[in-house]
């Protein structure tokens, strides 16, 4: 840890961020970064993630979230080059646009690997190494998509839904340990997985899309600050789930 690092929150911690290449998981690495983390960027996006990587002064590691041999390497690595990992992001996801009665089964096992399943495994193995310091913290990404459903996207949904559960029984199981787990649930956040989304907000609380600094400033109070949170859902989306808005005038 250099001078300048001293005092800052997340001195001497180390940070691991699926999916930290682009979108939120960038502005997630730059956030932590910018708190005196050490930060490593996992993705598949190998030439993006090594550009943040080099931006935010973290490591770049290639991690596919659903394939159990990537975890075993990503968390060999980072301890040999970094020490035990003290908070994990689980950022990685995708969306799937389709009705219950139309998708296949294999867009199904997508959607739900990458984004449950790769949840599942991030916490299962970065859990051994939180274990060495007797301390951490992990923060799945969810949706408001795990809060409320929404038409043609039946795969996602569950697959959100399944992380906020996922969540308060991981947060159940490794309170023993001093690991706290908690989710956040944004709305519709500016980011390339936003891009094909037509959606108006003119009747939200805020009426305005979310920026994915909005999160990472979330993000970065849960592993800092929250420190008597854990199995909780945290909402970040501008009143989209509030309720509907009616002009009755």
């Given amino acids: ?35 005196g983390a050490s930060v490593v960027i996992c993705d598949v996006l190998d030439t993006e ?6 931006k935010v002064g973290g490591i770049y590691l290639h991690l596919d979230v659903t394939s159990e041999s ?10 040999k080059e970094l020490g035990p990992i ?18 296949d089964l294999d867009e199904w096992n997508r ?15 970065c859990v051994e190494s939180m274990k060495k310091t007797d301390s951490g913290v992990i ?36 309170g023993r340990f001093n690991i706290r787990v908690v989710s956040i649930h944004p709305g519709i956040i500016e980011t390339e997985m936003a891009a094909d989304l037509s959606i108006s907000f003119k009747r939200q609380a805020i009426p305005r899309i979310g920026q994915s600094e909005e999160v990472a400033q979330l993000m970065l109070y849960l592993v800092s600050e929250a420190s008597y949170s854990t199995g909780s859902e945290f909402v970040v989306d501008g009143g989209q789930t509030l309720g509907q808005v009616y002009d009755l005038t």
């Fill in 1 to 35: 840890m250099s001078r300048r690092d001293e005092g800052l929150a997340l001195s001497g911690k180390i940070a691991l961020v699926t999916g930290g290449a682009r979108g939120m998981g960038a502005a997630h690495c730059a956030a932590l970064a910018a708190a």
């Fill in 49 to 54: 993630g090594a550009a943040i990587a080099q």
């Fill in 70 to 79: 990537d975890w075993v390497s990503a968390v060999a690595t980072t301890e």
């Fill in 86 to 103: 003290d908070i994990l992001i689980n950022n990685a996801g995708v969306v799937g646009l389709g009705r219950v009665d139309t998708t």
């Fill in 111 to 125: 959607i739900i690997g990458i984004n449950l399943t790769g949840t599942f495994l991030g916490i299962r193995h």
């Fill in 139 to 174: 923060v799945n990404i969810s949706s408001t998509a795990g809060l409320v459903g929404y038409c043609d996207m039946s795969a996602y949904v569950a697959s959100k839904w399944g992380v906020r559960g996922l969540t308060k029984s991981a947060a159940l199981d490794l």
